[in-house]
């Protein structure tokens, strides 16, 4: 089963390799990105999920192991550790490289418009565009789910 980790800022990369040398499939995925940096832009490469990793291990197993990782801070459930949807962990490999990179096409969206989800768990829904989130490849939209509105990012929109 899938869990998601939550880590120390910065550690992602330490604790994917320390999890994938005792055999852990460990999921990574980062996004890159252009950044104005000491005068000059840069591509440079972040996590597309800042202090979270997702790592398939035997809960009964590896728990304990994991929990005591230098830079993990627990794994998300703690006491009862949630298991991840492989509908999420296949949406995010299928837009994986081998590098790890997320390959996320360019969106031109407006704030107010309307957009289905064509992809992921929540795929035929839809929701209303709020905002572009740290990182221009990252949106932010309005679930429209059970006459509430949730928040959700990173997923796969067309225009409805």
């Known amino acids: 089963m899938w869990y998601a980790i939550y880590t120390k800022s910065g550690r992602e990369d330490s604790i994917t390799s320390r999890l994938r040398n005792t055999g852990i499939e460990v999921l990574n995925p980062k996004i890159r990105l252009k950044k ?26 590896y728990a304990h192991l994991i929990t005591y990782t230098r830079g993990v801070r627990y794994i998300v459930g703690k006491a009862n550790p949630v298991e991840v949807s492989e509908d999420i962990i296949k949406g995010i490999k299928d837009n994986t490289g081998d590098d790890d990179m997320v390959v996320i ?4 969206f407006n704030k107010g418009d309307r957009v289905s989800i064509r992809q992921g768990p929540f795929s035929n ?6 905002r572009e989130v740290r990182g221009p490849e990252r949106v932010l939209i309005l679930l429209e789910a059970l006459n509430c509105k949730i928040e959700i990012d990173n997923c796969f929109l067309s225009a409805a």
């Open 36 to 61: 104005f940096i000491r005068g000059r832009y840069a591509l440079i490469s972040e996590p597309l999920f800042p202090c979270y990793l997702f790592a398939d291990f035997e809960r009964s197993k």
């Open 105 to 108: 096409c360019p969106r031109q």
């Open 125 to 130: 829904f839809y929701g209303v565009f709020e």
